[in-house]
């Protein structure tokens, strides 16, 4: 089969691989789709610890099963949407219910074989049966959306008169926004320095700005970081109201340091937060992109074959872009 191969940092090229088996417990899919993300293109420069190349990236995905070794889970001909976060349930995160921090974290597409390729095997266990009705278009969105999900379950319950601030329009910060605006009375505001990803936020109603600073308010009850960028979390800090929170959901660079005031989280209560990944939040994810299919069909903006991968990255990363999706068939 055809699959995109990142055969060391800086190196990706599309290119004949084996096809894939089901060892027991998995099944095989056919890939329709699968998502470009930020993630991606840490693998494609090789700066996530612990990557093993060469590699097959594509963690967003969908598809049609066309082999199965499970006695349980989707038959072969289902539509499923993957979880290809893998714990092992044994680390002691995962004994204590917090299996997003595995301590022996495996995942498709960033430490095996991913679905940039037309087929791709997973666990039975981490597949999610799509709706016959399910919009296709947009079940590469179930992934990041299932992110955003468990931020809002880390988040927490907010006052319907809560104020959210997002930073990035991205694919996630516009995700995030949207899911805020369902939880809160007042207009959710987005910063974006990327004029067109600005517009675009602003297509969808939220209230937008290049800069905080532009924004008339002395803070936002709720704060989300969807950037990673050291430069707005340092400012995300400066714009929480009083006793709010603020959630870093973007992935930093390892490493990446900002400056806090102690004092000044102390005596505000401020509360920190970090959300990593996915946790009991992927079937929940099937149903609320399913009842926004317009909102989220309009996140998809580029859409490439398979054998035009490098282009697809290439897209992604100019920053122009909505989601990027590859299509197999």
């Known amino acids: 089969m055809h699959a995109a191969v990142i055969e060391a940092p800086g190196s990706v090229v599309v290119r004949d691989v084996p096809d894939p088996y089901p060892a027991p417990g998995e099944v095989v899919i056919a890939v329709g789709g699968c998502g470009i993300c930020g993630t991606d293109l840490h693998l494609v420069e090789g700066s996530l610890p612990n990557t093993t190349y060469p590699l097959t990236p594509g963690h967003e995905f969908y598809g049609k099963v066309v ?54 095997a997973a666990p039975a266990s981490v597949c999610s049966t799509l709706p016959a009705d399910f919009p ?54 987005v910063v974006e320095t990327n004029p067109d990803r600005r517009a675009r936020a602003a297509s969808f109603g939220f209230c937008t700005a290049a800069s905080a600073a532009e924004l008339d308010s002395p803070g936002w009850d709720t704060v989300v970081d969807c950037t990673g960028s050291t430069g707005a979390i340092g ?82 990363r100019s920053g122009e872009s909505g989601k990027v999706e590859i299509l197999t068939v």
């Not at 082999?67 to 004994?95: F, K």
């Not at 927490?156 to 605006?181: C, E, F, H, I, K």
């Not at 340091?257 to 996915?278: F, K, N, Q």
Request: with cysteine.
């Open 67 to 120: 082999e199965t070794n499970a006695d349980d889970g989707p038959e072969i001909g289902t539509w499923v949407a993957v979880d290809p976060n893998l714990p092992c349930l044994d680390c002691g995160p995962c004994r204590n219910g917090r299996t997003n921090l595995c301590e022996n974290y495996t995942a498709i597409g960033v430490t095996r074989p991913g679905a940039c390729a037309e087929y791709v």
């Open 136 to 189: 296709l278009e947009v079940a590469a969105l179930i992934e990041p959306m299932s992110c955003v999900i468990h931020g809002l379950d880390r988040i927490g319950p907010r006052r319907s008169d809560n104020r959210w601030l997002v930073y990035g329009a991205g694919t996630v910060g516009l995700l995030m926004a949207n899911a805020a605006q369902s939880r809160t009375d007042a207009a959710v505001c």
């Open 235 to 316: 400012d995300a800090l400066t714009r929480v109201a009083t006793g709010g929170t603020l959630m870093l959901f973007g992935v930093a660079a390892p490493g990446a340091t900002v400056d806090l005031a102690p004092y000044d989280v102390y005596r505000r209560e401020l509360t920190i937060l970090g959300s990593m990944a996915v946790m009991d939040s992927f079937d929940r994810a099937v149903v609320e992109l399913a009842a926004k299919p317009e909102f989220a069909a309009g996140l998809v903006t580029h859409r490439f074959g398979l054998t035009d991968y490098l282009e697809a990255l290439d897209t992604f």
